[in-house]
């Protein structure tokens, strides 16, 4: 998602604000119009990064973050508390998660504040995010690109 609001069918680029997010993509060519494509760098992507549950040997949860997915040991209790969970984001409410990353509150109606923010379903906005890094194998200051080749994983293969 990029920074700059457009006001006509103009697709302007600007830096980014949010670097990847899980959208309810049932809006998207419908009541989102598509106004541009620009090529992607497969190296550049990047995806939220969640927790979810997931039962296994070493624990109840996993990391995971676009097709990486690690077991890590911690209990669904713990979890919980944390709150932070894998969820695609309403595309009405998308602009308003827009506004608050740019600390733009006064633009979004009271009543929709209150779960305009991505720190309940992505560890990137989160106050957790150093403390799940260091059940990881992965390092939090690599791209996604760096980490899912870690695991072993080709992300190239996609853009083929």
Not at 53 to 60: L, Q, V
């Amino acid at each position: 998602m990029y920074s700059k609001p457009i006001t006509d069918l103009e697709f302007q680029k600007s830096e980014i604000l949010i670097p990847g997010a899980y959208v309810v993509n049932d809006e998207f060519g419908n009541g989102w119009p598509i106004i541009g494509n620009i090529p992607v760098d497969p190296k550049t992507v990047s995806f939220p990064e969640t927790l979810i549950g997931h039962m296994h040997a070493r624990g109840e949860v996993a990391f995971e973050c676009g097709e990486i997915s690690i077991p890590i040991k911690m209990d669904l209790s713990r979890q919980r508390e944390l709150g932070v969970y894998k969820s695609p984001k309403s595309t009405f409410l998308w602009p308003m998660m827009c506004l608050t990353q740019m600390d733009r509150l006064d633009l979004i109606p009271e009543k929709y504040r209150h779960c305009c923010g991505l720190s309940n379903s992505d560890l990137r906005y989160s106050k957790y995010r150093d403390m799940i890094y260091k059940l990881l194998p992965i390092k939090k200051t690599d791209t996604y690109f760096e980490q899912q080749k870690q695991m072993g994983l080709d992300f190239d293969r996609l853009y083929d």
